[in-house]
């Protein structure tokens, strides 16, 4: 079924309220779909970040609604937001965010520990992931034995264990050289095509031309909206 899995209506972000005030999100209103693969697309300070955010429940609305799923979101507790992160979201991030004295097994199971999923349970959706990105050799080895390419599918295997239906990846090959950064979009394409739902936050125009719909953000407006090479259904 097809259908609005993310829907923003009007929503404002603003810091320092008063005259001073920095509105990060300025009226934005975007809609995507499930199983889209989407491409936010602006430079530093154009509040594609805070947009990142908010998609992401990390944060939430000065004004406006964000519904996720047919949820409500902007109006939730902080657990209640910590408990949808959990369930809906696989998060990537540039900095790979992993824990240095856990080995990529361990590091893929952590977020699955918080959810309480059983041990034999989640060894077994660790390993599969891990197989999933192409290191299931690997699953020993601690990040400092791997490279930052290696490091990023960790973390995507650690986003994509419990099978979340939306992906959000914040500029993943930010620290990537140019094979790794192919291996990591080979990785997000694969996983759009098997059914989830990819947002990808980028300052790169090929990064986000790979995407199949790029929305461009600039000073906290969405500037365009626009599917690549191929009609929206």
Do not use: W
């Not at 923003?8 to 995507?32: F, T």
Request: contains cysteine; proline residues 3%; negative net charge.
């Amino acid at each position: 079924m097809m259908g609005a899995l993310v829907e923003i209506q009007d929503i404002c972000k603003i810091y320092n309220p008063g005259e001073n005030e920095v509105r990060a999100l300025d009226h934005v209103s975007l809609m995507i779909d499930k199983n889209e693969f989407v491409a936010i697309i602006g430079q530093s300070g154009s509040g594609k970040s805070t947009l990142m955010n908010m998609l992401g429940c990390l944060d939430v609305p000065t004004s406006g609604t964000y519904r996720l799923n047919g949820q409500d979101v902007s109006s939730l507790t902080d657990d209640e937001l910590s408990d949808i992160r959990n369930k809906e979201i696989g998060f990537i991030f540039q900095g790979f965010n992993l824990i240095q004295n856990l080995t990529a097994l361990e590091n893929v199971e952590l977020p699955l520990i918080y959810r309480g999923v059983g041990k034999k349970e989640r060894e077994e959706l660790s390993m599969q992931a891990l197989g999933k990105v192409g290191l299931a050799h690997r699953t020993g080895h601690k990040p400092a034995e791997m490279s930052g390419g290696q490091q990023q599918r960790v973390a995507i295997a650690r986003a994509i264990a419990q099978a979340p239906p939306v992906i959000l990846a914040d500029e993943p090959t930010g620290n990537l050289d140019s094979n790794s950064t192919k291996e990591i979009m080979q990785i997000l394409r694969e996983l759009h095509s098997e059914g989830r739902t990819v947002i990808l936050i980028t300052h790169d125009n090929e990064i986000a031309g790979q995407a199949d719909r790029v929305i461009k953000i600039k000073d906290g407006k969405v500037e365009s909206d626009s599917a690549v090479g191929k009609v929206p259904v």
